[in-house]
């Protein structure tokens, strides 16, 4: 997988079932940069035919929600 691909699968995996994979999650959003994080979405787009920021939106809540999904 390219790296835009195998962190739109880290997400999807970190939001599947119950509960999030906060530490995923937080790697991922927090040390990409504005580019690789819209290459992401499109990879996450793609693979999923799922919106990211929705997703993160619905399993997050409060200030977390604010920082992960903006």
């Known amino acids: 997988l ?3 691909q195998r962190d739109a699968a ?3 995996d970190a939001l599947q079932g119950w509960g999030t994979k906060d530490t995923a ?3 991922i ?3 990409r940069n ?3 994080l ?3 979405q499109r990879a996450y787009n793609s693979m999923y035919k799922r919106n990211l920021q929705p997703d993160i939106a619905s399993d997050t809540n ?3 929600r ?3 999904s903006s």
Do not use: N
Request: with cysteine; hydrophobic share 35%; aromatic share 4%.
């Open 2 to 4: 390219e790296p835009d």
């Open 10 to 12: 880290i997400l999807r």
């Open 25 to 27: 999650l937080i790697e």
């Open 29 to 31: 959003i927090c040390t």
């Open 34 to 36: 504005t580019s690789q």
């Open 38 to 40: 819209d290459a992401i």
């Open 62 to 64: 409060g200030d977390y």
């Open 66 to 68: 604010t920082v992960c």
